[in-house]
C-alpha cells in the first residue's frame, strides 16, 4: 500500500515538472522550393511556459547547406524567440528533394520538426544540333546548333567541340538571360588528306556560373568526292650533257565529278612539259610528257617537281623526279696554290703547276689562253686528253730586277673545241723589290742610357726580317761608344715574320772619360748589300745616384717590381751575358779588368738563383 502512494506521488511530481518546462514550436516557411547557390528562409517560432536555455541542431540531407541563427539562447517564462534557418544550396548541388531536421531542447524537453526541402533545376541548358549529313574533304560544310537558358539566371556559358580536329564554332562563348536562345554555327573543313569515313564529335556547353552542363554526341561522314592519283613511269633518269631525254607521268581522276587539274613543273630551266593543265571525268586517265635538253657542261645532279591542283577540292599532289646530267663533256682547270694571290720577289723565278683533267666520257681537244704581263709565260697551249685522263701544265713567272713594284692580275682561259665549254682561272702576283724582300726592322729597347763608369749594362735590340724571303743579316756597330761596347750574336739567319735578340754590352772603364757618346748599330742584308741603322746615345755620368736604372741595385728592384714573364726574361738576359766567365774572358777590352767582372758576375749569379728560387 505504501509503495503504490510513493509511485503516485513520484508521478504528480514528474507530471508537476513536465507542465513546468513545456514549450511550443511554430513553424513559419514561405517556400520549401529553393535554386543552387540561392537562399530561403525558415523561422521557428518558440513559446516557453517557463524559464529556460534552448538549444537547437539541425540533421538530414539538407543540413550541409543549413544555418541556424541562434544556435542556442536562454528564454524568460512566457517569452517567445524567433530562430532562423538559412538554406543555400551550392552550386553543384544536384536537383533533388533534401530532408531537413531541426532539433530543439531546453534539457527537460526535446522537439523535433522535419522540412522537405525541394532543390530545383534553375540553370537548365538545353542543346540542339542540325543532323550532319556529309563532307568532302578538302571542302567545307557549315551546320547550325541552338543552345537555350532554360534556368531562371542570365548566365554566361563556355562552348567547345572536341573528338574532331577539322570542326571549329563561330563562337566559343555566349551570354543568355533566362529563356533566351542563340545559334551556334559549327564548320567542318577535313584535309584532303583525311580517310574516307563516318567521324564522332561531341559539341558541350558549360555554364561559367552555375556549372551546369549539356552535351550533344554526333556523328558526320568525310567523303572523298575529288580524288585523283599521279603515276610516275619511273622516278630517276641519268642522261649525258648535250643529249636529250622524255619523262612520261599519268593523270587518273578517281573522284566522283568532272574536274580541271592545273599542271606545274618546278626544275632546271632545260626541263619542259607538254601541257599545263587537263580536265578528266571520273576514272578517266591522260599521259603527260616532260623533254629534258641539258647544254654542254650543264652536269651534276638535278631535282624536277611535279604539282598537279584539282579545280574542285583543291587537292593538291607532288610528285618529284631525280635527274643525273653525267660529265661527258666537262673538265676540270685547277691551280696549285693555297690562296690565288701571291708574292714573288723580283730577279726569282717561280713556277705554278696547272692542271687539267678530262672528267667526260669521250676525247677532248683544249685550248689555253693567257692573258698576263710579257714575264709570265705557258709552257704549253693546246692539250688533248682521252677520258679521266690528266695534265700539267706549268706556269713560269719571272719578274726582271726592274720590274715595278705592284699586283699584276693573271688571267689562263682553257676552252673545249668539242663542246665549246670554257674555264677560267684569275690569280693576283705581287712582285715586291728586291730590297723589300730581305728587308730588316730593328727594335731597340733604349734609344738613351745613362751609365757609369767601371759598371756593365746591357740593351736588348730585336732584329725582325719584315722582308718575304729568309735572310742573313750582319751585326755591326761604330760611334765614339764602340770602344766600351760589344755586340753579340755579330751575325744571324731569320726567317720571313721571325725575328732575333741582339744584346748590346755596354762596359766603360774607370778610365773613360765622362760625357755623351753616341752608338750606331748596323744591320747588313748579306743578299742585297743594304744596311739599316739605329742610334743610341750613352750618358757616362760620374755618380751613382744621377742612374735611374741599369746599376745592379735599381735591376734589382726592377725584377722584382715585375710578372713572372720579366722574370724570365731577367734571368734568361743575364745567363746569356754572365753565365759562363769563358764569354766574359774573351771581351777584349775588359782584360784589365777582369777582377771586376768576375765580382760582378758573382753578384749577378747570385741574384739569378734568388730570383729562380723565388719564381718557383
Not at 532554360?150 to 551570354?175: C, Q
Not at 567542318?188 to 564529335?201: A, H, L, M, Q, R
Not at 619511273?234 to 612520261?248: R, T, W
Request: charged letters at 25%; hydrophobic letters at 35%.
Amino acid at each position: 500500500m505504501i509503495t503504490k502512494k510513493l509511485i503516485f506521488l513520484f508521478g504528480l511530481i514528474f507530471l508537476f515538472i513536465s507542465f513546468s518546462y513545456a514549450f511550443q514550436v511554430e513553424s513559419d516557411i514561405l517556400t520549401n522550393a529553393v535554386c543552387p547557390s540561392a537562399t530561403i528562409v525558415i523561422g521557428e517560432k518558440i513559446f516557453s511556459d517557463r524559464a529556460a536555455n534552448f538549444d537547437i541542431t539541425s540533421s538530414g540531407s539538407a543540413s550541409s547547406f543549413a544555418t541556424i541563427l541562434p544556435t542556442s539562447f536562454y528564454l524568460d517564462k512566457n517569452k517567445t524567440k524567433y530562430v532562423y534557418i538559412y538554406i543555400t544550396p551550392p552550386s553543384t548541388t544536384l536537383p533533388g528533394r533534401y530532408n531537413l531536421i531541426i532539433t530543439i531542447s531546453n534539457g527537460y524537453e526535446i522537439k523535433q520538426i522535419s522540412h522537405e526541402i525541394i532543390v530545383e533545376n534553375c540553370n537548365e541548358i538545353i542543346l540542339n544540333i542540325e543532323k550532319p549529313k556529309e563532307v568532302c574533304s578538302c571542302e567545307e560544310e557549315m551546320y547550325r546548333a541552338t543552345i537555350k537558358n532554360n534556368g531562371l539566371y542570365t548566365e554566361r556559358y563556355n562552348i567547345s567541340i572536341s573528338g574532331i580536329n577539322f570542326a571549329k564554332l563561330s563562337t566559343n562563348s555566349l551570354t543568355l538571360k533566362p529563356k533566351e536562345e542563340k545559334n551556334i554555327l559549327i564548320y567542318f573543313s577535313p584535309s584532303c588528306d583525311v580517310k574516307e569515313n563516318t567521324y564522332g564529335f561531341t559539341l558541350k556547353a558549360e555554364s561559367l556560373d552555375s556549372k551546369a552542363i549539356a552535351i550533344i554526341n554526333d556523328e558526320i561522314k568525310v567523303s572523298n568526292c575529288y580524288n585523283y592519283e599521279v603515276d610516275l613511269e619511273k622516278s630517276f633518269y641519268s642522261l649525258c650533257d648535250g643529249d636529250k631525254e622524255k619523262i612520261n607521268f599519268s593523270i587518273v581522276n578517281k573522284g566522283k565529278v568532272q574536274n580541271y587539274y592545273e599542271i606545274n613543273l618546278i626544275g632546271p630551266y632545260f626541263a619542259n612539259i607538254e601541257r599545263r593543265g587537263i580536265s578528266l571525268n571520273p576514272n578517266e586517265k591522260v599521259n603527260v610528257n616532260i623533254f629534258l635538253s641539258p647544254k654542254f657542261g650543264e652536269v651534276g645532279n638535278y631535282s624536277l617537281k611535279i604539282k598537279v591542283l584539282s579545280d574542285k577540292g583543291k587537292i593538291l599532289t607532288e610528285k618529284n623526279v631525280d635527274v643525273f646530267v653525267r660529265e661527258c663533256h666537262s673538265f676540270d682547270f685547277s691551280i696549285n696554290i693555297d690562296k690565288m694571290k701571291d708574292k714573288i720577289c723580283n730577279g726569282i723565278n717561280k713556277t705554278y703547276q696547272l692542271e687539267l683533267k678530262n672528267k667526260g666520257e669521250k676525247k677532248a681537244d683544249y685550248d689555253l689562253k693567257l692573258d698576263a704581263p710579257l714575264w709570265i709565260t705557258l709552257e704549253k697551249n693546246n692539250v688533248s686528253l682521252e677520258p679521266n685522263q690528266s695534265s700539267t701544265i706549268y706556269l713560269i713567272v719571272s719578274p726582271l730586277y726592274t720590274t715595278k713594284p705592284d699586283v699584276y692580275k693573271i688571267k689562263i682561259e682553257v676552252k673545249d673545241k668539242n663542246s665549246e665549254a670554257k674555264k677560267i682561272l684569275e690569280l693576283e702576283i705581287e712582285t715586291i723589290s728586291k730590297v723589300d724582300c730581305y728587308k730588316p726592322k730593328i727594335s731597340m729597347e733604349k734609344k738613351e742610357i745613362d751609365v757609369v763608369r767601371d759598371k756593365t749594362y746591357v740593351v736588348l735590340t730585336t732584329i725582325e726580317n719584315i722582308g718575304e724571303r729568309k735572310a742573313t743579316y750582319l751585326i755591326e756597330i761604330s760611334g765614339d761608344a764602340n770602344r766600351f761596347t760589344r755586340v753579340n750574336p755579330a751575325v744571324v739567319e731569320i726567317e720571313p715574320g721571325k725575328a732575333e735578340s741582339i744584346y748590346l754590352y755596354i762596359a766603360p772603364s774607370i778610365n773613360t772619360p765622362l760625357g755623351t757618346y753616341n752608338l750606331t748599330l748596323h744591320v747588313k742584308v748579306n743578299e742585297t748589300g743594304n744596311i739599316a741603322s739605329e742610334n743610341i746615345k750613352i750618358n757616362l755620368k760620374e755618380k751613382i745616384e744621377e742612374i735611374e736604372n741599369i746599376t745592379l741595385k735599381n735591376v734589382t728592384e726592377k725584377i722584382t717590381e715585375k710578372k713572372e714573364s720579366f722574370f724570365d726574361k731577367i734571368i734568361s738576359l743575364f745567363k746569356s751575358i754572365f753565365g759562363k766567365k769563358k764569354e766574359a774572358k774573351n771581351l777584349s777590352n775588359l782584360t784589365n779588368k777582369q777582377a771586376q767582372i768576375n765580382q760582378t758576375n758573382q753578384e749577378l749569379e747570385k741574384l739569378i738563383k734568388e730570383l729562380e728560387k723565388e719564381k718557383f
